[in-house]
């Protein structure tokens, strides 16, 4: 839910009051048992313990001095929009970390706030390979449950839980609701269905946020007081292996594989229902350490990556002398197009482990010369610092003999068109990278610039039996207010191109306050252009996109200006160009397709978030590099005029 970053509105204290009715509805929903404070003086009551220890939980629950704050998200593959509410605190000695989030009337506990009370919501248990699974968004499967039956008995439908690892029992790393009842079941061995359905996860955006842009909290190796057993991790791994068997099963579900010491055979064709979601795949085949990886084994995965993608395009393109490249191909373009994609970053931590940087080359160009230097491809030098491949060698045993591994989730057929530099590859890519499932390809759009006259021009609209409450194209209102003059007899004899005033207009569209309305009204007569220019001027602006074979009448205008789709370049990191579209969805375009398209046709990542400063919905999606034609082009499939496109440039340099 939290795998996209949320916009936090303005962080505001809360009240003792307000912490005091949130912590006790917190208490009343997860049934927290209040234990009263031990006291060596005798003469305390009862009533005071209790007190007492009701305040202990509040504090331990929510600290004084919380924060809280309102915020919004978008989730799921139609980036349906949700709002709720983050409260935040720091205990003692802590950084402030966001401890409870809400969603509708429902408070759900994060990580931080498990670690430091155990119990308050059941832990369930899953093998890590599934967890990691999970801290990339995917939901819990059935067969994916470890360590029961019998399961914890508050695991109900609808209640909220939380997964650990069998690797690390005691340490929740997943939140999320129950889909079923998973305190009934008396066996997981073939069983369907969700299992649970993942809210937060550490790792996600929610955990990783702070106050002063501090990284996220360490994960403790054990934490006391969760009911576990103490041999029940080792004992349900062994249980675990020995009973799951390897059946088919729906697409988008993967198949585990257990530690090699439990005997789990590696199949390609045999999968298992352990996750379901955003990162669930296929199979698996690489399992990245958790153990910090050194420079040598980060320059292994950085060639590997290399081969990957020559290997790839080799196998795509067999029949193109360049398989599909196009050459030179930029420095910054090798590193997007053919070295990230190939990663087998999994996680999050995967993702920081793998950094040019962390190489013993820190630099692409250095990496560029290493490959260079095994005679892999060919690069050249050019003017400000920057290199280019000019070849690769497609036949080298290197790339003949290498053997694929599976990666995350990604369309890396998507990368066909090659790293070049945007040429005819991408062109191509661009026609032919349609998504199926977008409606707005092949629409055809109509905007209008509408019209809708003040109260103050009704006389006007009445004497010519037209509607004031109407809205109008400005051609329509100069046919209108000339019916008027013409009905009024108000051309002037000398000259045709003049309008004598009439009291009517000499009040409605002249107020005299500015130095030209004074002229006018002391002449008397105005030019009939200006007139009709005034009179459209003061009228109300509205707009309307007609889809298809709409018509006006099917359509409720919407007021303010005609909208446009902007298009920003902006450099980043120094010289980076990223390219940024929105306000897409005036013209019926639905980001999330237009961003797949995008990225296939131009090769390159992308991310769509909440348009900064926009209302709640509009969305912003920025494209690595300078993509302006490959963006006009999509929205030109989609009915949308290039006249409609505002194109703000800011990598050029300012004129001094």
Known sequence: MFKKKPNLRTLAPLRSSDRRKITDQIIAEYHLQIVKEDDDDANTDEQAKTLAGINALRSSLLPDGSLSAKFSTTTGPDLKILNGIVYIGARLGEDQRILWFKIGEKIYPTVYTLWKNPNIIPLLHTPDVVLRKMRGGADLMTPGLANGPPFPSKANKGSTVAVASLELPTVPMVVGICEIDVCTLSSVQGAKGHAVRSLHWCGDEIWGWSHGGKPGGSVPSIIDGWNIAEDSSSRALDDKAAEMTVSRI?????????????????????????????????????????????????????????????????????????????????????????????????????????????????????????????????????????????????????????????????????????????????????????????????????????????????????????????????????????????????????????????????????????????????????????LIDRIISSCTQYWAILRNDETRDQVKPKAGPAPTIKIILETRSGNKTVSKVSGMEAFYVSPQPLADELQKACASSISINQLVGGKVGAMEIMIQGPQKDMITKALEKRGVSRSWIEVLDKTKAKKR
């Open 250 to 530: 729906e697409a988008g579900s993967f198949e585990q594989d257990l530690p090699a010491e439990h005997g789990n055979p590696e199949s390609k064709d045999d999968h298992n229902t352990y996750v379901n979601g955003e990162d669930g795949t296929p199979w698996e085949r690489v399992s990245v350490q958790r153990k910090e990886l050194t420079s040598k084994e980060v320059d292994d995965i950085f060639r590997n990556a290399f081969l990957f993608a020559i290997y790839q395009h080799r196998e795509t393109h067999p029949n193109d002398v360049r398989h599909g490249l196009d050459f030179p191909i930029p420095q910054s373009l090798f590193v997007s197009n053919l070295i990230l994609p190939f990663l087998p970053a999994f996680t999050e931590e995967d993702t920081n482990a793998m950094q040019i940087k962390k190489t013993s080359w820190k630099s692409a160009k250095k990496f560029i010369k290493a490959l260079e230097k095994e005679k892999l491809l060919k690069s050249k030098d050019r003017s400000g610092g920057e290199v280019v491949i000019q070849d690769v060698d497609f036949g080298d045993l290197a790339i003949s003999n290498f053997k694929p591994y599976e990666l995350p989730q990604k369309d890396t057929k998507a990368l066909d068109n090659g790293g070049g530099g945007g040429g005819g590859g991408g062109e191509r890519a661009a026609i032919s990278a349609t998504s199926i499932n977008d409606e707005s390809v092949g629409q055809q759009l109509k905007k209008l610039s509408l019209l809708k006259p003040k109260e103050k021009l009704a006389p006007v609209f009445n004497s010519t039996g037209s509607n004031l409450h109407s809205f109008y194209l400005p051609a329509e209102l100069s046919l209108i207010i000339t019916a008027y003059i013409e009905s009024e007899n108000l051309v002037a004899t000398t000259n045709k191109r003049l309008v004598n005033l009439n009291p009517i207009l000499a009040n409605a569209v002249f107020d005299g306050q500015s130095s030209m309305d004074r002229e006018v009204l002391v002449k008397g007569t105005v030019p009939r252009d200006a």
